[in-house]
DNA sequence: GCCAATCCATACGTTTTTGCATACCTGAAA
DNA sequence: TTTCAGGTATGCAAAAACGTATGGATTGGC
């Protein structure tokens, strides 16, 4: 065959590719942990050996070229497909010390890992773990995480996932506000109390609905996108929160509000990726995980 | 984004690629233009870099393991992007000068292009021109060649093409083995004739059906790929051959066979990559030549 | 309108990679 | 068995690429 064509710097075309989509030199640099001057040459050098200028310099900033926009989409498949080869040959690995990284809400980052983690870390102190904290969906198939824990079932084939538990969900409030509110019982005076929410949350707001409170607008005087805060905003008695039954219940000060009535239960799904389950590291950490959880749920 | 995943070093993914395409580390040296020792390098230090043993060293060379051989799927995919790349990128430059890649069958590079080449060349001295002498279709797509000159209208979409003439072919024989085998005159007398036969050419056979002959497989004691080989036979007076009528008329010593009748027309196109169509280099030589093919024909 | 922040390009010393020469190995043929 | 052809790995000097430091330029906020 002719591999002439095939023979150009392909790491420019890494570097077109990243700073294309970061956007400039030195957020591409960034990302890719090497330093913008370095950068900068292997994307000039890119253009002088294709002939091409893929960017224009435009005061503070790149901006693609049409012909830039043109070549866009083959570094694209090449970084697609660079992505695959590296999901694929971390499957192939077998080692079983590494770096291992974990994706889960804010809550379950925060309350529900750190004892598995420490334990597992007592099994297998080869292993480092890196907690992404999100509560979007990190995308798997990119690699944005090893194995994530999900509230529910993922769809896509090239992932796999096994039910490891149900959370109970529940409605939370410091006894100070609920003494501050003057202890409400029924669900019409509950009605009337303030809640916290999560942008928009429609299940939620539904799941509310369904529990038989009729809240509006005015009901939510605060939003938060983080779980955390708003937990904290619950504990320190601004309003009423929801929290997975198991981690409200231990917490001084707050109770659970009209616990003999429930509010929510939601799966929760171990998920990884097809070609990372052969890899033993990610066998094992899920294999830990799982275990640990059904056994507790 | 996060692009971990992707920051590994594409080059030896390339490195790779090549290696497996062509079996052996010399080989794929020589094909990338580059020492044995760096590529044995890039490739040890990607078997390193992924954790994946790729080859093993078998003896007198390398052998895929299966890991590399699931790996070796998507550097792949990496490769027919970074062709693709290539391709639109060469296809986006104005310049005039540079190199461009002529693919046409022996006859035609041997007899047609000569004289058109030198034209370009005083018309255009800052073209070099690269031949590719091959009886087989180059493949535009892989950029073997930039252009071809082809006896069939190409039908990928993504190719284009013009009509440029018409080609005669007749029969030829040197006066020599007219003589000898008795100056025949009928097509019967001719059926008792040697002729030269291209491989498994039924097209060419069906031709002579279609003109009158009835020739089994003792009619054809010589066969040759080569058609320079082939014209060399007839011209020594070994058998008849076929040839471009304009071109076997030149020839001294050589007479066509029954003029009077027409043995096989077949078009001459001039075919392009739709992207290369784009490089003003490549549509000034292909204007050319069709400007003097379709003036000479 | 000025200042701070951010970004890109260039200069220079250092690190990494490459090419050349060479040693070593295997398989086939004399 | 020896020799030879073709292939892979290693030592060392040259070349290429990289990082640090720095200058020039533009945007956004005060």
Redesign the interface.
Known sequence: ???????????R??AF??TA??GSLSAAAR???ITQPTLSRQVTALEKE???ALFERIGRGLELTP?GL??LQ??R??????????????G??E?VEGHICLSATEVTAAYTLPPLIQKLRQQQPGISVEIVASNHASDLQ???ADIALRAFQPTQPELIARRVGDIEVGLYASTDYLSAIGHPTTLAAFNRADYICFGENERLIEAMRHFGLELSRQNFPLITESHLVHWELVKQGLAIGIMPADIGDREPGVVRVMPERSLLTTPLWLVAHRELKTNRRVRVVFDFLAQELSGAG
Chains 1, 2 share one sequence.
Not at 77 to 90: H, I, P, R, V
């Open positions: 065959m002719d591999w002439r064509s095939v023979n150009f710097d392909w790491n075309a890494r590719l990243v989509e970061e990302a890719l942990e294709l002939g091409v012909n043109d070549l083959h570094v498949a090449m970084g697609e497909a660079a992505n695959q080869l590296a999901l694929t040959a971390s192939r690995s080692s990119r690699r944005e």
